[in-house]
């Protein structure tokens, strides 16, 4: 089973509706973030968390939100989605209480495919 | 965040090696040179990071220069399974971010 999974793993959608995307992992890391990309582009972070109750906003977090239920468990949602938020989103998720060298080495899921239509 | 500087693209033959080398002119003391791979239609996958000396894993071989302000991942032999798009990343120590650029696609000719 994979470490980092996300689900759905491909939607389609309507201008204006919500939308939510999930991640789990069971590699009991305590860091999880979510990035989006675009064709031809890199990913860009759209928030992290550090944990449960710290929760910050990364360099595209306009129209969208998070939700950190668990350890295990971080949600992105889209409360009304647009047609340019049309893109690639993957979870990541990093233990730096593991990581020594605090280099913060990301583990991704095999990433959610959203059309906004 | 530092910035880094990769071609767009290389080439290289199956089971020959391959240099993608990467520029960092800006590198700090305290950052560390991570690279990572994206497969087609996969999530980005980590390769191998470093901060002054050579390091060598499983994958593959990361070589810094002296000053720091470049590097070069080497594929020992590359096989067509390393077609992917390649990142050069630099991080802070306990950074929270990975600061992603476009990267640079290696295509592996059988």
């Known amino acids: 089973d994979a470490d980092v999974t996300q689900t759905p793993r491909n939607r389609i959608t309507k201008t204006g509706k919500r939308i939510m995307l999930e991640c789990s992992q069971t590699k009991g890391h305590d860091r999880m973030y979510w990035y989006r990309q675009d064709p031809g582009l890199g990913l860009r972070l759209i928030y992290y968390s550090f944990d449960v109750k710290d929760i910050n906003k990364g360099e595209i977090s306009d129209g969208y939100s998070v939700s950190r239920q668990a350890q295990a468990k971080f949600s992105l949602s889209l409360e009304s989605a647009i047609p340019n938020q049309t893109a690639l989103y993957f979870c990541a998720t990093s233990d730096l209480r593991a990581d020594r060298v605090r280099t913060d080495t990301q583990y991704f899921g095999p990433g959610t495919r959203l059309t906004v239509l | 965040d530092a910035k880094t500087t990769q071609p767009n693209s290389m080439e290289s033959n199956e089971e020959e090696p391959v240099h993608l080398p990467c520029n960092h002119s800006?590198?700090?003391?305290?950052?560390?040179i991570h690279w990572y791979r994206q497969l087609p239609s996969q999530g980005p996958e980590y390769v191998i990071h470093g901060l002054t000396s050579n390091v060598n894993n499983r994958m593959a071989s990361l070589a810094i220069a002296e000053d720091r302000k470049s590097s070069t991942l080497i594929l020992h032999r590359a096989t067509l399974r390393d077609a992917a798009v390649y990142y050069c990343?630099?991080?802070?120590?306990?950074?929270?971010?990975?600061?992603f650029g476009k990267g640079m696609k290696l295509t592996v000719n059988p």
């Open positions: 990343i630099l991080t802070q120590g306990g950074s929270e971010k990975l600061v």
């Open positions: 800006t590198i700090s003391g305290t950052d560390y």
